[in-house]
């Protein structure tokens, strides 16, 4: 919960409008803002206070006792220009607080914290438990000083400016440590699994000890423990529920059948009387594959009793991320937040040169970029996936939306379910076009690349035919190169069977872009050599219409403006209110849905 606190009422203003964006997040505190700032300070995660900075921090400091538990806190001032991130950058999500508001009341976030000015990624915002000598390796990172990185375990993360030798040392191990040594910082990737197997009723600190006794015999860590995983019938065993909540992680299970079909070691006949699997621990463990460290074994009583818990630790393989991200039309506006994120969380940057270029300054330092021209999509996308396995965060980048004649195809084909994929929608080139152009798009359209490198241009040809015979707006993607010229115009020609030649065509160049170029002509007078591959050729259906230079296509087959002028009384069976014309028995193509037009 957000806590809101203001004093003025310029800042009561600002305070409503973050409240009414927010309803479910945030809770507004009146009265004195010494007792409101107390007040959500101890019942929120985080505050927005309205308030000067210099107030802020005499109200809070004696409320401050660590960074790690501290809520964040955020101020505005009074005219609403800034959203300064106050205390709690990391810990407390503050940083990412202040973008959120001042992107609500179009304000400028201020982010002072040292490793967000210069995009390096915080030790303590990865997502993994940290530590040791968080501020030292992190002023060593910022100071450019030559950082060391040693993963015991392959596990995904953001890019780091490191090199294989340093004088400090960032840490990725799952293994227990006694002390951390100076200038070293231990991260914790969740790569251990714990399956258990308990008897009902068995005590929580007997799951709890066994798992703990298990951890460190082996001497793995528990903070690198994943998840508890077990089968369906002990779902809601309370020692294994408690016990995976004192852990912090999740709790996994898995149905008899599917533990049964897992090749174990130590099978037993007992489990499989009781549950209908000869194995719980070592199987539930083992169910997503990794390598068995712990063998299945069993809790001590010291009462002389039979154990009531057995438990098993695997070490999962790591899995890689394949984030298939499109970067829009070309223009940085049209780039959407979520791709920027992705950009910044890769470590490894694969795409067309020309498309890199584009966004380099967007990626952390320490991002690995393999670009490659024209021509090599396939290749591009076996080295994504290959990077993904090796347990790399990877994003796949591609023009428009990726998963339009661009990256996701091929590298889908590649992937296998041994990787995480992500797949972030970027603005099409034809939607980019359509909002030059007006409204084209209005109803059923349909695109179709030209280029026959790789499909057949019989297949092509018939896909432009039944677009023409469907009266579907066609939108062309490649429409035409130095080596394919005589394309489009067959493409045309199919269309002209079917269509005036007065029906709309527009032509975008290079939408969005600096040299963004458009014009709207008709079926009959497009010339195809003043097209080329940076164009995209959208052809209106036989309801398209010019109107004040703009291309517009109807949302039903006719226009509004067509149909008679119904009769006046709201009786007479032809009028729009009488119940026969009511929305839910109109057809469809006449009818209004009140939320597509929203």
């Not at 799951?207 to 528990?222: Q, Y």
């Not at 259906?541 to 403006?561: H, K, S």
């Amino acid at each position: 919960m957000i806590g809101l606190i203001s004093a003025t009422a310029a800042g009561a203003a600002a305070r409503d409008r973050l409240a009414a964006a927010w309803p479910e997040r945030t809770r507004v505190y009146d009265g004195p803002a010494r007792d409101a700032v107390r007040a959500a300070f101890a019942e929120c995660e985080q505050l927005v206070c309205f308030l000067a900075t210099g107030a802020v921090v005499r109200l809070i400091a004696p409320l401050l006792s660590d960074k790690a538990s501290d809520a964040g806190v955020v101020c505005v001032d009074e005219s609403g220009r800034f959203a300064v991130s106050l205390v709690g950058g990391h810990g407390g999500g503050a940083n990412d607080l202040a973008r959120e508001v001042a992107e609500v009341l179009d304000a400028r976030p201020v982010v002072t914290t040292a490793t967000d000015a210069v995009g390096v990624p915080g030790l303590d915002t990865l997502g993994l438990p940290v530590e040791g000598d968080v501020a030292g390796v992190s002023r060593a990172l910022l100071d450019g000083e030559p950082v060391a990185l040693r993963a015991e375990v392959s596990w995904p993360l953001p890019a780091l400016p490191v090199g294989a030798e340093g004088a400090y040392t960032i840490r990725l191990t799952d293994r227990h440590l006694d002390a951390v040594p100076e200038r070293e910082v231990v991260l914790r990737p969740p790569s251990l699994v714990v399956g258990v197997g308990a008897s009902r009723g068995a005590p929580v600190e007997e799951v709890l000890g066994l798992v703990e006794a298990a951890l460190r015999d082996a001497g793995l860590s528990a903070r690198s423990v994943g998840e508890l995983a077990t089968v369906d019938a002990k779902a809601e065993e309370p020692g294994i529920v408690r016990a995976a909540e004192r852990l912090g992680v999740p709790l996994v299970t898995y149905s008899a059948g599917e533990l049964a079909r897992v090749a174990v070691p130590n099978p037993s006949g007992a489990p499989l009387a009781a549950v209908g699997t000869p194995s719980v621990a070592e199987a539930a463990a083992l169910a997503r594959g990794g390598e068995l460290l712990v063998p299945k074994r069993k809790s001590e009583r010291t009462d002389g009793r039979p154990a009531m818990a057995t438990c098993a630790v695997v070490r999962r393989p790591a899995r890689g991320r394949l984030a298939v991200v499109g970067l829009g039309p070309g223009a940085r506006d049209l780039l959407t937040p979520r791709a920027k994120a992705e950009l910044r969380r890769a470590s490894v940057l694969v795409g067309l040169d020309q498309y890199v270029d584009q966004i380099r300054d967007l990626l952390r330092p320490g991002t690995r970029v393999l670009e490659s021209g024209l021509g090599a999509e396939e290749e591009r996308a076996r080295t994504a996936v290959e990077e993904a396995r090796r347990g790399q965060a990877v994003a796949l980048i591609g023009s428009g939306d990726a998963g339009v004649y661009a990256m996701a195809s091929p590298a889908l084909a590649e992937a296998s379910d041994d990787i995480d994929v992500v797949g972030v929608p970027g603005v099409t080139a034809a939607l980019a076009a359509g909002a030059i152009l007006g409204a084209p798009l209005g109803h059923d359209h349909v695109s179709i690349s030209l280029s026959d490198l790789h499909t057949p241009w019989e297949v092509i040809e018939r896909r432009v035919r039944a677009a023409a015979e469907a009266d579907l707006v066609v939108t062309f993607y490649n429409p035409r190169s130095r080596g394919r010229d005589w394309q489009l115009p067959k493409a045309l020609g199919i269309l002209a069977e079917h269509r005036a030649p007065a029906t709309p065509v527009g032509v975008v160049r290079n939408a969005s872009r600096p040299d963004e170029s458009s014009r709207l002509t008709t079926l009959a007078a497009l010339d195809p050599a003043t097209v080329d591959m940076m164009t995209v050729v959208t052809v209106g259906n036989t309801a398209t219409r010019e109107i004040a230079g703009r291309m517009v296509t109807p949302r039903g087959y006719r226009w509004q403006e067509s149909r008679p002028k119904p009769p006046e009384h709201p009786e007479h069976p032809e009028h729009p209110k009488h119940p026969e014309h009511a929305e839910t028995t109109r057809h469809p193509e006449h009818a209004v849905n009140k939320e597509e037009s929203r």
